[in-house]
């Protein structure tokens, strides 16, 4: 996959794509369909298929002070739509200057002499432009103008019939609901990052943690977790069952959050690695012990509920994770 983070360096055999425009974040079953809309015309019109999207977030612009809620951070997010096939990736970055571009300027200097497009495709709600006055209905006008189609995906729905959403995974992961959350997405919901130096309190009880930052992920429930841990090595990512905690560690008065993820069967060091940890079940709220022995009692139980809850859902699904 291509990637082009500014319209002026756009080379002249990028031009002519198929482009599916969002912020795509969480990449759910929702924008799978708007994405897959846009395969379906560049596959039959023999072009390339590209993705314009927008880092960072508009909503994290206007808003800076607001708490987290990326459900895929950039290098997650651009994973993700390389999985899925897609040719070209446009990334704008949103600033002060991006914010006042009105939407005839965005269709005509962006999209139209910009980055040449022959084809949109874009979700029903998708607005756009300085205080989001263009639409989707404005976009397919303009284009009609400029000499390109424009193609309005109605919104997907699940077998209950809601429409698929990041805001209600946001809503699922808050309430400590991973399954629910992995069933809009079509795949699990991770968290990745480097692994950070702790305080090796793990090692000494017998569960060694590694440690990452949750940073600009939303805040999904504290507690504790069955997950699969991948661990980068030599450009491949392996994959293990693990228990990890999400929280601030009060039996040992802590105030940082963090996400602790100890490894089944695994040996090794894996200061400075890159970990994503893929949340398969909630198994409980996270609590203050009296004491470390204590701790270290809660977390043997928590480790073999963790491997019976990942073997079941080895069973179920096959696989480990979608991405």
Same mark, same amino acid.
């Given at each position: 996959?291509?990637?082009?983070r500014h319209?002026?360096?756009?080379?002249?055999?990028a031009y002519?794509a198929?482009?599916?425009?969002?912020?795509?974040?969480?990449?759910h079953r929702?924008?799978?369909?708007?994405?897959?809309?846009?395969r379906?015309?560049?596959d039959?019109e @023999?072009?390339a298929?590209?993705?314009?999207?927008?880092?960072p977030h508009?909503?994290r612009f206007? &808003?800076?002070?607001?708490?987290?809620?990326?459900l895929?951070p950039?290098r997650?997010k651009?994973?993700?739509?390389?999985?899925?096939?897609?040719?070209?990736?446009f990334?704008?970055?949103?600033?002060?200057?991006?914010?006042?571009?009105?939407a005839?300027?965005?269709?005509?200097?962006?999209?139209?002499? @910009?980055?040449?497009?022959?084809?949109?495709?874009v979700?029903?709600?998708?607005?756009?432009?300085?205080?989001?006055?263009?639409?989707a *209905?404005?976009? &397919?006008?303009?284009?009609s103008e400029?000499?390109f189609?424009?193609?309005?995906?109605?919104?997907a729905?699940?077998?209950?019939?809601?429409?698929?959403?990041?805001?209600?995974?946001r809503?699922?992961?808050?309430?400590?609901?991973?399954?629910?959350?992995? *069933?809009?997405l079509?795949r699990?919901w991770e968290?990745?990052?480097r692994?950070?130096?702790?305080?090796?309190? @793990?090692q000494?009880?017998?569960?060694?943690?590694?440690?990452?930052d949750?940073? *600009?992920?939303? =805040? =999904?429930?504290?507690g504790?977790y069955?997950?699969?841990?991948?661990?980068?090595?030599? @450009?491949?990512?392996?994959?293990y069952?693990?228990?990890?905690?999400?929280?601030?560690r009060?039996t040992?008065?802590?105030?940082r959050?963090?996400l602790?993820?100890?490894?089944?069967?695994f040996?090794?060091?894996?200061y400075?690695?890159?970990l994503?940890?893929?949340?398969?079940?909630?198994?409980?709220?996270? &609590?203050?012990?009296?004491?470390?022995?204590?701790?270290?009692?809660?977390?043997?139980?928590?480790s073999?509920l963790?491997?019976d809850?990942?073997?079941?859902?080895?069973?179920?699904s096959?696989?480990?994770?979608?991405?």
């Amino acid at each position: 996959m291509r990637l082009f983070r500014h319209i002026s360096s756009v080379p002249a055999d990028a031009y002519g794509a198929v482009v599916a425009i969002g912020n795509f974040d969480g990449l759910h079953r929702g924008h799978q369909v708007v994405i897959a809309a846009a395969r379906a015309r560049a596959d039959a019109e @023999g072009r390339a298929l590209a993705l314009l999207t927008f880092r960072p977030h508009p909503r994290r612009f206007f &808003r800076p002070d607001e708490e987290p809620f990326r459900l895929t951070p950039f290098r997650a997010k651009v994973r993700a739509i390389g999985a899925l096939g897609v040719d070209i990736l446009f990334v704008l970055r949103f600033d002060a200057k991006m914010a006042s571009v009105t939407a005839e300027a965005f269709v005509e200097k962006i999209l139209h002499q @910009g980055i040449g497009v022959s084809h949109v495709v874009v979700g029903h709600d998708f607005a756009f432009g300085n205080q989001r006055r263009g639409n989707a *209905e404005f976009l &397919r006008s303009k284009g009609s103008e400029l000499g390109f189609d424009v193609t309005i995906v109605e919104p997907a729905k699940d077998a209950d019939n809601k429409i698929y959403s990041s805001s209600v995974i946001r809503h699922y992961l808050r309430d400590g609901q991973p399954q629910r959350a992995a *069933e809009l997405l079509g795949r699990l919901w991770e968290i990745e990052g480097r692994v950070l130096p702790g305080d090796q309190r @793990g090692q000494t009880i017998g569960f060694p943690t590694a440690n990452i930052d949750p940073g *600009e992920y939303v =805040q =999904q429930a504290r507690g504790v977790y069955a997950v699969r841990v991948g661990v980068a090595t030599g @450009g491949k990512t392996q994959w293990y069952d693990g228990v990890a905690n999400h929280g601030v560690r009060p039996t040992v008065d802590g105030s940082r959050l963090l996400l602790e993820a100890h490894l089944f069967d695994f040996a090794g060091d894996l200061y400075g690695k890159y970990l994503r940890v893929a949340f398969v079940e909630y198994l409980r709220g996270e &609590r203050k012990f009296d004491s470390l022995e204590a701790l270290k009692r809660q977390i043997t139980a928590d480790s073999q509920l963790a491997r019976d809850k990942l073997a079941i859902y080895a069973a179920k699904s096959g696989e480990s994770t979608a991405f």
